[in-house]
């Protein structure tokens, strides 16, 4: 067990110092990832993802998370790994199409709606 006056670098940081990271970048993150992707929810999903990369990162205390007041470095460290995870995610969109269930499209393949009453048909 560490001694209780270990310095700080090499705890794994403080959850607070973790989340006030998270509010600093968290908007220009989404911002940039948006941009790339041009879809809210799915920028959302890649900027969550990237700061849970970032959480394990820190856990380990591993460059540049290893001091949590070293701005300059971790944005670089998020913007990249947001890059990437959006690049990637671009080009999936590319070869795969989704398509909203929210907003059905009709469906139009020539099928006849069923006849409203047994009078309506002709049986011979």
Sequence with gaps: MPAPDAPASTSPPALSSFAALLERCQRPLYTFVCGIVNDDEQARDLVQDTFVDAWRVAQRSAPPFDDLAADSGIRRWLFHAA?????????????IQWHSLDRPRPITTGWQAAPSSMEDQVIE
């Design 83 to 95: 890059y990437n995870r959006a690049v990637s995610a671009w080009r999936r969109g590319r070869l």
